[in-house]
C-alpha cells in the first residue's frame, strides 16, 4: 500500500517539507564540494566519464533493488 494514502493529510505535508528540506540541504552540500577549485578541476576533468558511469549504477540499482531481474 502507498505510504500516501496510508497516512492522513498532515503527514503528507510533514513528508513533503522533510523532502524539501532535505534536498535543499543535499543542493547546497553539493554546490559547497563543487566550487572548491581542487575538486572543480577533477570533475570538470572526468565529467564525461563520471556523469554516464554515476546514471548507469544508479539505473541498474535500481533494477536490481526493485527485482526486475528476478535475483
Not at 497516512?7 to 572548491?36: E, H
Not at 565529467?47 to 546514471?55: A, N, R, S
Request: net charge positive; proline share 6%.
Amino acid at each position: 500500500m502507498p505510504v500516501f494514502l496510508s497516512v492522513g493529510p498532515a503527514a503528507v505535508v510533514a513528508y513533503c517539507v522533510v523532502f524539501l528540506a532535505l534536498v535543499a540541504v543535499l543542493v547546497m552540500v553539493a554546490k559547497f564540494i563543487a566550487t572548491r577549485r581542487p575538486i572543480a578541476e577533477i570533475l570538470e576533468r572526468w565529467e564525461h566519464i563520471l556523469f554516464p558511469i554515476v546514471l548507469i549504477g544508479l539505473g541498474v540499482f535500481i533494477l536490481i533493488s526493485g527485482g526486475a531481474f528476478g535475483l
